[in-house]
């Protein structure tokens, strides 16, 4: 269990832009039986309420709102809170992903985990971030089932009939280790001193639930336990990356319900649209029915300016049929199959991934503005086009990850020459898997974060390469 003897945060969330103001919330962890101090603004006090329990801490929220036309501040226990909240003219985001490893996270050193975001940190003392996006594995949950008997073994072997009152006690054991992660990623100082000055808007992938959420047999994610890890990781979710609880959702939220947890922001000339691709997903699907009714809805809307289209799994890739053959073929790789099936690539998702490629089209023909996707997941930087007609094109960038380790560079080598072999779903629109500025190879391993800036009107995109250093600027 995690005893918490100081505060940790705030953390700043941005839940909704309207009427030229910044809707915002701050998340603070407290120590169990203190209330955190008010926070203030121009507007006056703000009394933060209490969200959720755990065993030594609760979980409190303040709402209250800045102006999105000019910088401006927020204060909290004699802390003044700059925030770059700017969103008119000339602007800067920081895209971040892959916040952690699979195991043995919660051990590693300090400086070496949050080397990156001490490198954020730094670019943005010299020039503000408006927004923080972060897009995928936020945390690294797969070890938060260890040391419980009903889930010690997931996914390889599950209990055949638990009792409730097991389930309950596994419900609390994964509570408090989900906690934990967040906790201890928050009170980061590197991370911590950020994300108390950028608003931030997350959206999940696999990791914040368990390695391959979606991807794992039915039988593993439709049990009991199963359903009981999800419901966990959901309220984690919810709580610790959108400071909100069940019936209580930001209004970016398209499903008030969060049977899916889709949402967009919109922004002078800019929208940020971000699907969820778990909490529907199957083995045959990345998005279900509300998913889908999202993303068309967003197709027939009017919107001037450029989008950001964050999907936590990149939407164009290398050529994986080869790969998934090969998994088939022999015993000691199908243990990644599951990796595989993640991807829109992946021949179990080909007509969704056809789908969702014309309706990027679809979105970017009706704005005539050339669409951004943002990408994390694999641990790499990366960047591909496709070309849309008419003269647009879909811009990939890929900025993975900010705390994991990069992947042997064999990998890279590996993932360029299935790239070498084209991929082109939709014939008329070709995918080119194009070199980072100033990098030889299509993917670079390194670790790496994203700086997305607007200026005059015109965006264009750096990587922060560890240890390369920043890229040269590409123009979107």
């Known amino acids: ?56 801490a609760t979980i409190w929220r303040a709402r209250f709102t800045l102006p999105a036309d000019r910088a401006s501040s927020y204060r909290w226990d004699g802390t003044d809170y700059p925030v770059a909240g700017d969103l008119t003219g000339d602007l800067r985001i920081a895209f971040v992903s892959c916040n952690g490893e699979e195991h043995g996270d919660m051990d590693r050193e300090d400086s070496e985990r ?22 995928g594995d936020q945390v690294y949950a797969d070890e938060a089932t260890d040391g419980h008997e ?13 009792s ?57 994610t439709y049990s009991p336990v199963g359903q009981t890890l999800f419901s966990v990781a959901r309220e984690a979710f919810l709580i610790f990356q959108a400071a909100a609880v069940e019936g209580d959702l930001p209004a970016r939220f398209h499903d008030k319900d969060g049977i899916h947890l ?12 971000a699907p969820d691709l778990r909490s529907e997903r199957t083995r045959r699907q990345v998005m279900g029915p509300g998913g889908w009714a999202m993303m068309e809805e967003e197709a027939a809307k009017d919107v001037h300016g450029h989008t950001m289209l964050m999907s936590s799994v990149p939407l164009l890739g290398p050529r994986l049929s080869i790969l998934e053959a ?14 595989l099936r993640d991807q829109w690539q992946s021949r179990a998702h080909r007509d969704e991934w056809r789908r969702m490629l014309r309706l990027v089209r679809d979105l970017a023909r009706r704005d005539g503005h050339d669409i951004t996707a943002l990408s994390g997941e694999i641990h790499l930087a990366t960047r591909a086009t496709m070309d849309l007609g008419a003269g ?28 070498s072999l084209g991929e082109d779903p939709l014939p008329e629109h070709p995918i080119r898997i194009a070199r980072l500025p100033g990098q030889p190879t299509r993917y670079v391993a390194e670790r790496n974060y994203l700086v997305l800036e607007r200026e005059a009107g015109n965006w264009r995109a750096r990587w922060d390469l560890e240890p390369s250093g920043m890229t040269p600027a590409l123009v979107l």
Request: proline fraction near 8%; charged fraction near 20%; glycine fraction near 6%.
């Open 326 to 339: 090969l998994m088939v073929l022999v015993p000691k790789m199908q243990k990644y199959e599951d990796d």
């Open 150 to 162: 009903l889930s010690d073994d997931w996914p390889d072997s599950l209990p055949r009939d638990p």
């Open 392 to 419: 647009l094109h879909l811009n990939q960038l890929v900025a993975s990850g900010i705390a994991h380790r990069a992947p042997p560079k064999a990998w890279a080598r590996v993932l360029g020459a299935l790239a």
């Open 1 to 56: 269990m995690t005893e918490i003897s100081t505060p940790i945060g705030p953390v700043l969330y941005l839940d909704h832009v309207a009427e030229g103001a910044m809707q915002l919330a701050a998340l603070f962890i407290m120590p169990k039986g203190e209330a955190p101090a008010p926070v203030v603004t121009d507007g006056g006090q703000i009394a933060p309420e209490r969200l959720a329990d755990y065993d030594h």
């Open 262 to 273: 889709g949402w967009s922001i919109r922004a002078p000339e800019l929208r940020v649209l």
């Open 114 to 135: 949050n080397a990156m975001w001490e490198r954020l940190r730094v670019e943005h003392k010299r020039a503000p971030f408006a927004l923080l996006l972060h897009g």
């Open 164 to 220: 409730q009152a097991a389930l309950a006690d596994l419900r609390h054991h994964l509570r408090e280790r989900f906690f934990a992660r967040y906790a201890a990623i928050y009170a980061a100082p590197q991370m911590a001193w950020l994300v108390a000055r950028i608003p931030s808007l997350m959206q999940w992938d696999d990791h914040d639930i368990c390695d391959g959420w979606g991807s794992l047999p039915r039988s593993r």
